[in-house]
């Protein structure tokens, strides 16, 4: 079965860091791109982060370059998303997900982990 | 604000028909593949069209997908109390180089 579990969320003050953990299992971890998303409270989802199967690329949505980055270990099966300089605008679930490939420039956001809340707060 | 725009919430009956509207620009789902979400509450999202119109296994064809220049459209036919979800289109933006989703919808069934 292919599954994703999410780890390392938290309370954590603002201007303070976080290392989440996504551990992959039933599949190639290795072949695929990997992705993070969030959602706020009661709000929608929004893509945070991506990562190429060998670690060379990587894509971040503008509002937490420089503060979040993301990396993956092929050899543990686990990607990891680490966040420093936390804001209060951070707080949400943090998915992370498969990038699924169909073709050229084909790719669907599937599957999906449970979510880590974080939460930033003094 | 999102980039991709989606109707706040629709609502219909039981075995009704409803769809859900996706607007965005050339830089997105006019140069690029839409796919679809649910999420159920308190649930982590589905995948439920890949492709603009393509099913993966397991997804019931009460469910379609549709594109057309810079608008998409999902289709929920044969409504049920269990549809009662909300629903995310994403695709690429190749100027922002990001992954961009719309601000979901929020389906009713009454």
């Known amino acids: 079965e292919v599954q994703l579990v999410e780890s390392g969320g938290g309370l954590v003050q603002p201007g303070g860091s976080l290392r989440l953990s996504c551990a992959a299992s039933?599949?190639?971890?290795?072949?695929?791109?990997m992705t993070w998303v969030r959602q706020a409270p009661e709000k929608g989802l929004e893509w945070v982060a991506n990562?190429?199967?060998?670690?060379?690329?990587?894509y971040y949505v503008d509002s937490v370059k420089g503060r979040f980055t993301i990396s993956r270990d092929n050899a543990k099966n686990s990607l990891y998303l680490q966040m420093n300089s936390l804001r209060a605008e951070d707080t949400a679930v943090y998915y992370c997900?498969?990038?699924?490939?169909?073709?050229?420039?084909?790719?669907?956001?599937?599957?999906w982990g449970q979510g880590t809340l974080v939460t930033v707060s003094s | 604000q999102s980039v991709l725009t989606q109707p706040p919430s629709v609502s219909a009956a039981p075995g009704q028909k409803v769809t859900i509207s996706c607007s965005g620009s050339?830089?997105?789902?006019?140069?690029?593949?839409v796919s679809w979400y649910q999420q159920l509450p308190g649930t982590a999202p589905k995948l439920l069209i890949y492709e603009n119109n393509k099913r993966p296994s397991g997804i019931p064809d009460r469910l379609s997908g549709s594109k057309s220049g810079t608008s998409a459209t999902l289709g929920i036919t044969g409504l049920q109390t269990g549809d009662e979800a909300a629903y995310y289109c994403?695709?690429?933006?190749?100027?922002?180089?990001?992954?961009?989703f719309g601000g979901g919808t929020k389906l009713t069934v009454l």
């Open positions: 039933g599949f190639s971890f290795s072949s695929f791109w």
């Open positions: 990562i190429k199967q060998d670690g060379a690329e990587k």
């Open positions: 997900a498969r990038l699924d490939y169909y073709g050229w420039r084909n790719y669907a956001f599937d599957p």
């Open positions: 994403v695709t690429w933006d190749d100027s922002l180089s990001a992954w961009v």
């Open positions: 050339s830089s997105n789902i006019g140069n690029n593949y």
